[in-house]
């Protein structure tokens, strides 16, 4: 999708654009002088859920994501939106009151927008905050020994799949509104705290699509552990249902070729760790002389998180059943997640 603007804007010819056209990341950073850079995003996408206002809320949550995972707060934020006209103003009204409230609760400002109409609803945010260029998380930059750590569980693609197919509970579409609409805010400023230089938030490429990213950005092989990674309550139930959107299986056909899953992890388990995600949470590279004074403002700010895997030399993603290791170590305690403890 890049391409045709690398044809017409040559890298070299903006060398104040650190990263945008030649190397994505999660947001384009801008440099503005010595120090400072801009960092701004956009995300917008059609109903998740049935709720207009949670809708709202998560599109927010969802493009503001963009920005923590860089490491940057949001500064102000600007309104996309296209609704059928057919479609009650008071929802509609509903969908924006959610947004703007995610943009209070972020500490940002909605400073205005533009919406048109359109046979489908869609909502979203153009972001943007000012950051340090040498303080940025990035894609790059992952190195050997460090820890994985991720701040959200994962399954809200095949959760809300199942809900739009109507077979999903009740607790379990609350549990998945629940993290989603939840803020990545905690988990960038803990871990900028701790000082973490790599990382990236979990969105629609799913856990391990995003993994690959940071495995090529920072020529690093990433291993993750099966029975260590936290899933929504109800994402194993639609995952038999096998109520995947295209999206998970599309990452699957685009990214299995760089991932090596030991023997006995089966084919449900392997889906759901490329299930496509919305509002997923970051997935962070923790130094291991980091993981304490993370460990510490994590439980300052009161934020669960969950220690995944490991980096190590090499290249691609490795996924095996289950921690050897005795002095791995462990996740913070905290909200209720399912684990695939049995993959065989
Ligand atoms: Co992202
Ligand atoms: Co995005």
Redesign the pocket.
């Known amino acids: 999708m890049l391409r045709p603007l690398q044809e017409i804007f040559k890298p070299e010819d903006y060398p104040d654009l650190l990263l945008g056209i030649d190397r994505p990341d999660?947001a384009a950073v801008y440099r503005i002088d010595d120090t400072r850079v801009v960092v701004a995003?956009l995300?917008f996408f059609t109903p998740v859920v049935d709720d207009p206002y949670y809708y709202g809320a998560i599109a927010a949550a969802n493009a503001l994501s963009?920005l923590y995972a860089m490491g940057v707060d949001p500064l102000f934020a600007l309104n996309i939106s296209a609704m059928p006209a057919s479609l009650d103003a008071e929802i509609v009204g509903e969908i924006i009151r959610g947004g703007a409230e995610k943009v209070r609760e972020a500490g940002a400002v909605v400073a205005g927008g533009h919406s048109i109409q359109d046979d489908e609803p869609k909502f979203g945010l153009v972001a943007l905050g000012f950051g340090e260029a040498s303080k940025l998380i990035k894609k790059e930059g992952a190195v050997a020994g460090s820890y994985l750590v991720l701040t959200k569980p994962i399954g809200t693609g095949v959760t809300t799949t199942a809900l739009r197919d109507g077979v999903a509970d009740a607790s379990d579409i609350q549990d998945a509104v629940r993290w989603m609409s939840r803020l990545n805010v905690s988990a960038s400023r803990v871990a900028r705290a701790a000082g973490v230089r790599a990382g990236t938030d979990i969105?629609g490429f799913g856990l391990l699509g995003h993994a690959v990213e940071i495995s090529e950005a920072s020529g690093v092989r990433l291993r993750f552990f099966l029975d260590r990674i936290p899933f929504l309550t109800g994402a194993k139930k639609y995952a038999d249902m096998w109520k995947f959107p295209g999206g998970s299986s599309d990452n699957r056909l685009f990214f299995q070729d760089r991932v090596r899953f030991e023997t006995g992890i089966d084919e449900t388990g392997q889906m759901m760790l490329f299930d496509a995600q919305t509002s997923g949470g970051l997935l962070l590279v923790v130094e291991s002389g980091q993981l304490s004074s993370f460990r510490e403002s994590a439980d300052q700010e009161g934020l669960s998180f969950w220690i995944v895997g490991e980096v190590e030399l090499g290249d691609g993603i490795e996924v095996l059943k289950s921690v050897s290791r005795s002095d791995f170590p462990c996740s913070s305690s905290g909200e209720s997640v399912w684990f695939y403890a049995d993959p065989a």
């Open positions: 999660d995003t995300d963009d969105t």
